[in-house]
């Protein structure tokens, strides 16, 4: 059974920092890409970042471009979003999602394409 469980979220001033972090087991994490995506009140799930099996390419919706960065430790079976400069717009839910087939060449921006999802965790930023 395949479980993702996410950690690190809260309550950050705006300008300021948080670091999620992601822990995976019962999938070969080490073979299969990973996302964060978000989701607020009202609105729609929507992407965040993603990156692919290796490590080796990423990318970030342009919301978050430039302040927020996605990476793994295979070894750790740990997928991270270092959230930097956060802005009142950025509260929502995070979630982070695994895909299930193995070395995909690219990262993954579509919700569809991940077969597993973790509970989420509450990122609130003040103004």
């Known amino acids: 059974q395949v479980q993702l469980v996410e950690s690190g979220g809260g309550l950050a001033q705006a300008g300021g920092s948080l670091r999620l972090s992601c822990v995976a087991s019962?999938?070969?994490?080490?073979?299969?890409?990973m996302g964060w995506f978000r989701q607020a009140p009202g609105q729609e799930r929507e992407f965040v970042a993603a990156?692919?099996?290796?490590?080796?390419?990423?990318l970030t919706a342009d919301s978050v471009k430039g302040r927020f960065t996605i990476s793994r430790d295979n070894a750790k079976n740990t997928v991270y979003l270092q959230m930097n400069s956060l802005k009142p717009e950025d509260t929502a839910v995070y979630y982070c999602a695994g895909d299930s087939r193995p070395f995909w060449p690219a990262p993954r921006r579509d919700r569809y394409a991940y077969d597993h999802w973790g509970q989420g965790t509450q990122v609130t930023v003040s103004s």
């Open positions: 990156i692919t099996w290796s490590g080796g390419s990423t």
């Open positions: 019962g999938l070969t994490f080490s073979r299969v890409g």
